[in-house]
């Protein structure tokens, strides 16, 4: 198909309804059997609210934890596992489904099918062995206990769906059962079993991890005691002997640092009261000019004894002479006092020297030891490196040993605390209608897959479909000019007594939608050169039984009625068709004539309707080979030429018959008659390429017997009669019971697309009931 509209669909469902009704049938047969024959099976449904998560018992945590952490891989898990094998194989032990015929199959009473049956008889008629065997044969009451309920698992397990309700945390548990309340006693029991299993599951990890962190910590424990041993002995060995947290070196050298720091400063103390001391000493200053003396006791009270002195030698002095023994005793005195007071500054002098080699001699002895002990811990430094990797080494096992100390104190005390990662949300109620079959759901899809199926059977047999329909195949597909489509005649004779031909149809009718197409048929002929008159035309078809003898005769008939001296000439030796339609049965014929057994005028007949002359066929004699090569037939043709306006052949098929070949290339036109829906377009194009071989010139390609009530669903540009019939009317002919008047035809709304002559149904034809119509033979 070109291009897919309404119309076109409308037109293929109409051209293929039978096989599209025929492949719905089928489906909803189908549908119908299995739905109304199908046991009927109920559905449970329990609802599980999921919240799980890892299990990791290093972290309580994570024991605990919600379903905020679990994710689509993990609900999905989960999925599998409550349909899993392990599970089912718990409820089918819990529930004894092995003892349920539903589920185990060695329990159902036996029925042969009717294809087991059939592959009986014919395991039977082919000598095959066809009594029954044990499947257990050879196995133990063990063995055959497992295999029956290894069978019964995996019944149960095609019965089971497990789904996820959108993005949820839900989980649906449907159970379909031929019995209401096992379905609704399964899925309640599979999630039970889920609940179940998982505190199962979260037991036996409790224990485990109980057990294997106190192996742990037993083992972490000795780690620790034995690590810590190591520090001890390495810190004994190399003096790394550790108090407040440092060494005893560092210790050391830090009260060396700072008893150095007080000594310098006490040495700088000293150097400077001794340094003061002596320049004071030096300048000549007295007691009284040197600061380190004036504080000294002994210093002030020898002052103050020359102060008392010196006031009696002053009073002395006033009273006695120089020489008095009193002033002189006094003078004495005060003497020996500064003598007294000299040498006590002196030795306060050699006292600071003293203090002052003292602190120096200290300062250097720290510095001494600040030395050896900074020495000592650079060698302390390069075992501590050794040191601190053994703390680390113990320190880290103290951690771990705590951690799981406090971890194992936790799994011990969290079996009171373990539930269940899920909960029933709903329990699955008895259901009290079947889930299946849905009858009208069932019956609902087997329509709409009958139609389906039915139009896919009519879309490929369109695709298939090589047959000719319209004017546009045999000018798209042939690539020919089409010239007009004859309508298929049908109509009985009276009281179904006789039939009509449609040669004498055509007669009878000269107004008829047949008689028009003819007559289109001649002006084609007729228009055909412009340059040159043609005269001479071959009718052929390229297979037997496609109208061409019958279109002939009418084509001649209709030019003679129109007033043209026509021939018409029967080329067809093999059947001699058009001799016997025209009811001529000849003694000379156009092969007598042309082998010398008698005239022309002899050979050629008149025909008994019209004006038209026929050049028969006679029925003796045998027919010779290459009539229409010879020079005789030329010669024919030309004399012929001279005597008619139109010579219409009928020739034999030119697939069939080379005969039919040679004359298409010696006549003026040739036109190929395709029967409508019958010719395949492979044999149409087979035929035009011979008539292009013999040089022949093709006027184009009829469509004949072209059902008119058919064709307006082939998208042919041609209309029905129902557009056309205001134009065209039968004559009145006699009834049963006198002469009846035409119908008088409606008018229609859409006029001629072209010069198509359109079929007449003899009941609007004639205005007259008719009997059922017979398909008349175009041939």
Known sequence: ????????????????????????????????????????????????????????????????????????SVIDTEVRVIGSKTLLARVAEKQRLIEDPEFNWTLRPKKESLVSSAQKAVVGLLGGDTSEKDPFAGMTAEQKEAEI????????????????????????VDV????????????????????????????????????WLQERVSGLRDEVEEKEQRVESFRAETGLLEAQGTTLTEQQIGYLTSQRGQAQIEVDRARARYESMRRQIDSGAGVEGVSEVINSPLINDLKTQRSIIMRRVAELETRVGDRHPDLISARNEVADIDRQMSAEMNRIAANLESELRVAQAQLSSIQGEIGRSTSQLRGNNVNLVRLRELERDAQTSRVMLEEFLARSKQTREQDALITADSSILST???????????KAFNLVIGALLGLIIGGFLAIIAELFDSNISSSEDVENKLGSNPIGSVPLIRTAGLLGLGQTSPADFLVENPLSAYAESI??????????????????????????????????????RMSAMSGSRTLVIDGDFRRRQLTEMAGLKPEIGLVEHLFGAGQLSDAIVKDHKTMLDILPLSLNGHTP????????????LSRLRAMYDLILIDTGPLLLMAEARVVAGKVDKAILVVRWRQTTRSAARQSLTLLRNFKADVLGVTLNMVDLNRRRHHRDPGATYKAY?????????????????????????????SAIAIQVPPSKASGRKQDPVDRISAE
């Open 1 to 72: 198909m070109s291009s897919f509209d309404l119309k076109s669909l409308m037109s293929m469902i109409y051209r293929r309804f039978w096989l599209i009704f025929a492949g719905f049938v089928t489906v909803m047969s189908l549908v119908i059997f299995v739905t109304f024959t199908q046991t009927p099976t109920y559905r449970a449904q329990s609802v599980l609210q999921l919240d799980t998560n890892q299990i990791n018992v290093i972290d309580l945590g994570a024991l605990f934890s919600g379903a905020g952490g679990a994710t689509t």
């Open 149 to 172: 309920f290894e069978s019964v698992v995996g019944t149960l397990m095609t019965k089971v769906r497990v789904g996820r309700v959108g993005a949820t945390y839900l989980l649906t």
């Open 176 to 211: 379909t059962s031929t019995s209401p309340e096992t379905a609704a006693r399964l899925a309640n029991e599979v999630a039970d079993q889920y609940r179940v299993q998982q505190l199962e599951k979260k037991y036996d990890a409790t224990r485990k991890a109980t057990e």
């Open 428 to 438: 699955a109620s008895v259901p009290y209608s079947p889930a299946s079959p849905r």
């Open 519 to 556: 007559r289109y048929l001649r002006a084609a002929i007729a228009f055909s050169d412009l340059d040159s008159e043609t005269k001479t035309v071959a009718i052929t078809s390229s297979l037997p039984d496609e109208g061409k003898t019958s279109l002939a005769l009418s084509l001649g």
């Open 625 to 636: 080979h290459d009539v229409f090569g010879t020079r005789a037939f030329d010669e024919l």
């Open 725 to 753: 019939r205001k134009y065209y009317q039968m004559e009145a002919k006699p009834g049963l019971f006198g002469w009846s008047k035409p119908k008088k035809p409606k008018a229609s709304k859409q006029g001629p697309k």
